[in-house]
């Protein structure tokens, strides 16, 4: 398996991304900040979360991972503020409704998810449908690592290293027509394994599947990235094992997980969270300091790093996250507080 370094738009040295063991303290640190019982203002179970920025829970993913050797990359420029977010953060404070509503629900019920065998499947509008298991998924195209800041909707954020390749390049491997002008994907469905997905009150009251959807100009931009690892390792279940989208430039919550489906359309498809709350969350999900969600503020971010309650600084937020030098032209001519 090659893996190559692409460091055009990786703007992190290695010492940036947050370090493993500072996602596991935010219940603790939150407390100390005067935030107990602050899910009780929230209308919905599916926004409990918000407020749940720190963990005091330190469970270990029981999930075997393969290590996927690399090239460390280490000259980066500063984009951001912090550190690189440890791995163990990472892996354990996530937001993954189908295995629970709750920050460590995802670790603690996913470790026996099967992800191989694994079928993805790429139709729609393409020359070339393809049917991909999961030894294609981690072999068919070379590796690269990438660095980038994730965003959260719930005003938090991490540095992440990722491994996988940019989204373009699977898709030129199927032939996308010319009409194509939306890419759609959809998450593994499986309440066995699932058990968010058993019914919608689990779930957070999501109508599983959980769908997502980009524009075909946001899918063929080089930063669009579908990950299959992190920290040198393949993902985690509660990561999206055996593979996920990453969109670096958009709320989290656009960069599905565990996907086993991508159509190329030629018309604008559903988006889970935008069809559950559209008022709340567009379609479009871009990082916009100027535009708050209904119940909180966008203009900052909570960014996870090691040391505890001090050292989780709290730092502007950045136009698309920080990358809008390289995708804001996708959105000329559009209103973006409309289309948020």
Known sequence: ????????????????????????????????????????????????????????????????????????????????????????????????????????????????????????????????????????????????????????????????????????????KAGVKSNATHVAFETLYDPDQMPGQRNRYSGGGINYPYVEGLTIAEAMTDLTFMSVGLYGKTLPPQNGAPIRLVVPWKYGFKSIKSIVRIRVTDRQPKSSWNELAPSEYGFYANVNPAVDHPRWSQASERRIAEGGLFSAKRIPTLPFNGYEESVAGLYQGLNLKRNF
């Not at 203002?41 to 829970?57: E, I, K, P």
């Not at 996927?68 to 977010?85: A, N, R, V």
């Not at 990472?90 to 079928?119: C, M, R």
């Not at 660095?147 to 373009?168: D, K, T």
């Open 1 to 172: 398996m090659k893996i190559i370094n692409k460091a055009a738009w990786n703007k992190f040295k290695d010492c940036d991304v947050t370090p493993e063991e500072v996602y596991h303290d935010r219940r603790r640190i939150l407390k100390q900040m005067g935030f107990i019982g602050a899910g009780a203002l929230l209308s919905s179970q599916a926004n409990a979360g918000v407020f749940d920025l720190f963990s005091s829970d330190e469970e270990k993913a029981a999930f075997a991972r393969i290590a996927l050797p690399h090239s460390k990359q280490t000259e980066y420029d500063h984009l951001l503020y912090g550190e690189l977010t440890p791995e163990n953060k990472v892996i354990s404070h996530n937001n993954f409704y189908e295995f629970g509503t709750s920050k460590t629900d995802p670790v603690q019920n996913s470790q026996a998810l099967k992800v191989n065998p694994w079928q993805l499947v790429i139709e729609g509008e393409v020359d070339k449908p393809l049917t991909l298991d999961y030894d294609d998924i981690l072999k068919m195209l070379p590796l690269e690592e990438r660095i980038y800041n994730f965003r959260c909707v719930e005003a938090w954020s991490m540095v992440i290293p990722w491994l996988g390749f940019s989204l373009a390049s699977l898709l030129k």
